[in-house]
C-alpha cells in the first residue's frame, strides 16, 4: 500500500452509512486508504494489521460500543487521531466519549467538514515533526488544575443555594477546565452556529450535570508536578495566566472582546501546562540550559533548542487538535512573535502579547517608579512602532500593576 496515503478507518454498525462514506469520499482515494468495519471487532482487528492514523467511529453500536472500541485504541494505539461521528444524541454517551475522543462529528455530516477535520488534525500531526512530542499531545485528555480550583469547586457544587454562574466564576480562573470545556462546547456534536469562546456561555450550554462530571471525574486534580522547575510550576502558570487574562481584558469595552481576551490571555501559555505534565524530562534540560547559562539563554530559546519549538507551538497545537475555536488558538501560537500577525488595527495577538510582556516585567523588576515609567523593553518594538503605542505603554503598565495587586488579593 502506497505509504505516503493516509490509513483512514470507518466504523459503523450500518452497512448504508458505510457505503454512503465510501461513495462521498470516493475524490479522498488518492489520499487516502480507507478502511471499514462493521464492528469494534472488526475496526480492532484491522487496526492490529494497519498502521491507522484516524478513526472515526460511530457511538451506537451493538457488542462494543463506540466509547468501548475508543477507549481499546487509546490504549493500545494512543497515536492514533480518535474522532466520534454519531447521531446518537445520548448524555451518558457523549460523557464517556468525552475522555477518550479528540473531536466529534454528529451525523448526518458534510462531507467536506469531515474531510477538513480529518485533514486538519494530520497535518497538525505532521507539523509536529516529532514523534515524541506527537505521542505526548496526543494522548492528553486532561491538563492538571491546582487542587484549590477543586476545593472551591466541590464547597459550591454541595451548597443548593449557588448557581451556574457561581461555578463559572470559578472554571473562569482555570485554564485546563476552561480548555476542556471550550473543547466540548465547541465540538460539532453540539451543532453551535457560533463557536462559544467563554466560559460563562460554556457553561450555560453544557449544564451543570456535564459540568460536576467532567470537573470532578476527570482526574484533572490528581496532579503531582514530577520536576521541580522555576519555569514551570503550575501554581505560578495558573497566576502569572489570571493576570494576564484580566489585563488583557481590561484593553475592551466591549463585553464580548472582554470575554475573548479574558480566555485567551488564560490558555496562552497553556502549552507550559502541556509540558509539566507530558515531558518532565524536557523540563529538566531546559532548566539545566538555562541555569548553566546564568540566564544568557532564555527560555524560549532553550525549549527551541531542546523540542525544535517552543510552548507557544505547542499549546496552539493541542487547543487546535480539540477544536477550540481559533481566535484562541492564534494567540497561543503567536503570544511571542506577534508581529506574525500584520493586521491594520491591533489585533487581540497584540493585545495578549503586551499584557503578556508586562505582567512578566512586573513581576521581574522589584521596584518601579510610576511617574518615572515610560516604557517596556518586553513589548515586541515593531508593534509599538506599527500601532503607535511609545505614549500608551505607561498607562498600560499602571493599569496592569493596579490589577496584579487587586488579583494578589483574590487568588
Ligand atoms: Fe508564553
Ligand atoms: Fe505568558
Avoid at 466504523?11 to 489520499?31: A, Q, S
Avoid at 449557588?162 to 461555578?167: A, E, Q, R
Wanted: hydrophobic share 40%.
Amino acid at each position: 500500500m502506497d505509504n505516503l496515503k493516509i490509513n483512514v478507518l470507518f466504523v459503523d454498525d450500518e452497512p448504508n452509512i458505510l457505503n454512503g462514506l465510501k461513495t462521498r469520499l470516493y475524490k479522498m482515494r488518492d489520499k487516502w486508504n480507507m478502511f471499514f468495519a462493521t464492528s469494534g471487532n472488526e475496526a480492532l482487528k484491522l487496526i492490529s494489521e494497519n498502521k491507522i492514523d484516524v478513526i472515526v467511529s460511530d457511538m451506537k453500536m451493538p457488542q462494543m460500543d463506540g466509547a468501548t472500541l475508543l477507549n481499546k485504541v487509546q490504549e493500545m494505539y494512543p497515536d492514533t487521531i480518535r474522532i466520534v461521528l454519531s447521531g446518537y444524541a445520548d448524555y451518558e454517551a457523549v460523557l464517556r466519549a468525552i475522555k477518550v475522543t479528540h473531536q466529534y462529528l454528529s451525523k448526518p455530516v458534510d462531507t467536506n467538514l469531515l474531510i477538513e477535520v480529518v485533514e486538519k488534525n494530520l497535518n497538525l500531526k505532521k507539523l509536529l515533526n516529532n514523534e515524541k512530542l506527537q505521542k505526548a499531545i496526543i494522548k492528553i485528555q486532561n491538563l492538571p488544575s491546582i487542587p484549590e480550583t477543586y476545593s472551591k469547586l466541590l464547597s459550591v457544587l454541595a451548597d443548593e443555594s449557588k448557581t451556574l454562574k457561581d461555578v463559572a466564576e470559578i472554571i473562569k480562573y482555570d485554564a485546563a477546565l476552561t480548555a476542556k470545556l471550550l473543547q466540548i462546547v465547541n465540538s460539532a456534536y453540539y451543532n453551535l452556529e457560533t463557536p462559544i469562546t467563554n466560559i460563562e456561555d460554556a457553561v450555560v450550554y453544557l449544564g451543570l450535570g456535564l459540568i460536576c462530571n467532567v470537573s470532578l471525574s476527570m482526574e484533572v486534580f490528581n496532579f503531582k508536578e514530577k520536576v521541580i522547575s522555576d519555569f514551570y510550576n503550575l501554581t505560578k502558570i495558573q497566576k502569572h495566566s489570571i493576570n494576564v487574562a484580566c489585563v488583557a481584558s481590561n484593553f475592551f469595552d466591549d463585553n464580548k472582546k472582554k470575554e475573548d481576551a479574558f480566555v485567551s490571555g488564560l490558555l496562552h501559555d497553556i502549552g507550559k501546562t502541556v509540558m509539566l505534565k507530558e515531558l518532565p524530562d524536557v523540563i529538566e534540560k531546559i532548566d539545566g540550559i538555562i541555569k548553566k547559562s546564568e540566564g544568557t539563554i532564555t527560555l524560549l530559546k532553550a525549549e527551541e533548542g531542546v523540542l525544535g519549538l517552543t510552548h507557544a507551538e505547542l499549546g496552539a497545537y493541542l487547543l487546535d487538535l480539540w477544536g477550540v475555536p481559533y481566535e484562541i488558538i492564534n494567540t497561543a501560537m503567536n503570544h511571542h512573535i506577534p508581529e506574525r500577525i500584520n493586521t491594520e488595527k491591533l489585533d487581540l495577538v497584540h493585545i495578549i502579547h503586551i499584557s503578556d510582556a508586562i505582567v512578566n516585567f512586573l513581576y521581574e523588576s522589584k521596584e518601579i517608579d510610576l511617574e518615572k515609567l515610560d516604557f517596556c523593553d518586553k513589548i515586541s518594538k515593531t508593534i509599538i512602532e506599527k500601532y503607535n503605542l511609545k505614549e500608551k505603554i505607561p498607562d498600560c503598565i499602571k493599569m496592569a500593576q493596579q490589577q496584579i495587586e487587586l488579583n494578589k488579593k483574590s487568588f
